[in-house]
């Protein structure tokens, strides 16, 4: 089966095929970091993390470069308030994003550019810019002049008007109306000591060079994706694709990938609308970063996602009779040799990859996943399969695994202190000492150790 992606570029499903044989070059755009990121962000960023795995899955050797902005107007103004360095109000930024990233079991992208560290680089394409004629300056501003970029629009399908091609843009970010963009902005006092003094004046880069400088560094002018959140679309996207293409007389990249938004109560979540959740707020409340990743993960990439309390517990118990169907392989004693598993194991993997080569389809792969749960637990109910049956399942469910990154495979693993816990609270039942062994079975709660009383005696799992 070939994979096929939809692609904005072209507005449908189109088979996907990269520029060299097996190698992927990706570009995600990254975090502002002013602000712990929000779940809306790491719904962008697990999707990204999805499509990076797939594609790894599918043998692609990816280079995935998601950039860092650590100066815009948000960060000038988040360090200028606390009174900081813009280094080190966006050095904690950043360490926080990492930490939320392997929380959530992110997997580290090849490279993370930081924009400050680039500033010659967007320098520079702005020159290129200029000499080619696509720019004019009006107050020490220099703006891209989108009426000589022939196919402005063609990413958003916006319209470029008569009027609105006169009026220019100061801000990065504004919507719904096709104007000169910003490449250049020169020191105001609102920015402090916040400037780079280039061969364009005392100043700093608009937002939406940073990427593209920094794609074209890294990438090279054409790559195969390009990635982000539906609200990059426009202007953002449609503006790197100007810049790019107008620079380097070449197509920029051949594959838009973009996730639709987390919302909240019908809205985008967002830090303007201040109707966010951080990672943190969420891991605080008890949901481990593996269910706030199936939680993000589990609806198409494509459809806006609520978020809701009863979501999230809804995703850890789906995780959880994942996480218990896992454990249940890994103790499975044995049984009657199943001749037919063999084709039910490669059917299965075959349809998950079907439904991931579907244009990433996330909820047909987890119910191609719980259907086959369901079956195997009852095979493992009646005895009819064996060991070596079971560690076929095994193999292949961690396997998939490695794309979507939901199970816990060190889960089993606990600290020599637990263990002794365990056994004092199992000393304590034994001589019927309840309150010492409830006692200390709260204590393992808090630590995140579940106990279970059954019949072949107690036995003990993590926390989802
Ligand atoms: P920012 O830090 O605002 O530049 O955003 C980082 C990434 O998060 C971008 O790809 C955005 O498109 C994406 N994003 C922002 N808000 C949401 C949301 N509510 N749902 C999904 N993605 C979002
Ligand atoms: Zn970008």
Known sequence: MSLKFFNTLERKNVEFKSIEPNKV???????????YGHIGNFRTFVFQDILRR???YKGYEV???????????????????EGISLKKF??????????DRDTLNIEQAEQYPKATN?????????????????????????????????????????????????SRIKKDEYK??????????????????????????KGRPGWHTECSAIANLYLGPLFDIHSGGVDLIFPHHENEIAQSEAA??????????????????????????????????????????????????????????NFTDAGLKQAESSLERLQDFIRRLKNFEDGKNNPELTNKVQEFSRMFEAEMDNDLN???????????????????????????NVDDVYNTMIRLDKVLGFINTSEEKISEKIKELIIHREEARRSKDWKKSDLIRDELLKKGIILEDTLDGVKWKKKQ
């Open 90 to 99: 966006t050095e904690r930024y950043t360490k926080a994003f990492f930490e």
């Open 248 to 305: 380097n007389d070449s197509k920029f990249a051949n594959y838009w990938l973009h996730a639709e938004h987390l919302i909240l109560d019908g809205e985008k979540m967002s830090k303007s609308l201040k109707n966010i959740y951080s990672v943190r707020d969420i891991t605080k409340k008890g949901y481990s970063g593996r269910t706030i990743r199936y939680l993000l993960a589990s609806a198409h990439y494509r459809t806006q996602l």
């Open 54 to 56: 797939y594609l790894k």
């Open 362 to 388: 996330i909820p047909g792969a987890l119910s191609v996943i719980f259907d086959f749960l369901k079956d195997i637990n009852r095979l493992m109910d009646m005895k009819e399969i064996s060991r070596v």
């Open 118 to 166: 680039y500033i010659a680089e967007m320098v520079k394409m702005i020159m290129k810019l200029t000499e080619k004629g696509y720019t004019y300056q009006n107050g020490g501003a220099i703006y891209f002049d989108i009426s000589k970029f022939k196919n402005y629009g063609k990413l958003s399908g916006i319209k470029t008007q008569e009027t609105s091609r006169r």
């Open 25 to 35: 070059q990706m570009y995600t755009c990254g975090p502002t970091v002013y602000d």
């Open 176 to 201: 719904d109306e096709a104007i000169d963009f910003i490449l250049w902005k020169p020191w105001n006092k609102n920015d402090g000591d916040i400037f780079w003094k280039t061969k364009l004046g």
């Open 63 to 81: 280079t995935q470069i998601m950039n860092l902005t650590d100066v815009d107007d948000k960060t000038i103004k988040g360090a200028q308030l």
